[in-house]
């Protein structure tokens, strides 16, 4: 049973834009928060951005301004718009919800010009 689904990633240049989507069975999307982790090769998952049930959204320093993360309780599905991508970006995102501790399966942002 897959209960989180990514979408959205691709190849872009500098510069570009891309926006993920994460849906979630309910209950894991009505948990307390979702979040949008990132790895890159030979470098360990890092937090990019998180929101809670609430709203509350933090983000990490190295994408402030640049992302957001947006959740439609009406969909299950949360998302992050990636605008001004640059190549140190560049990594398999994933989503994750904290209740049951949950991982999708990952999406690949790649750029390069």
């Known amino acids: 049973q897959v209960e989180i689904v990514e979408s959205g990633g691709g190849s872009v240049q500098p510069g570009g834009s891309l926006r993920l989507s994460c849906a979630a069975s309910?209950?894991?999307?009505?948990?307390?928060?979702m979040a949008w982790y990132r790895q890159a090769p030979g470098k360990e998952r890092e937090l990019v951005a998180r929101?809670?049930?609430?709203?509350?959204?933090d983000y990490a320093d190295f994408v402030k301004g640049r992302f957001t993360i947006s959740r439609d309780n009406s969909k299950n599905t949360v998302y992050l718009q990636m605008n001004n991508l640059q190549p140190e970006d560049t990594a398999t995102y994933y989503c994750?919800?904290?209740?049951?501790?949950?991982w999708g399966q990952g999406t690949q942002v790649t750029v390069s010009s």
């Open positions: 929101i809670t049930r609430s709203g509350y959204i």
């Open positions: 994750y919800g904290n209740y049951g501790g949950v």
């Open positions: 309910g209950s894991i999307f009505r948990g307390n928060s």
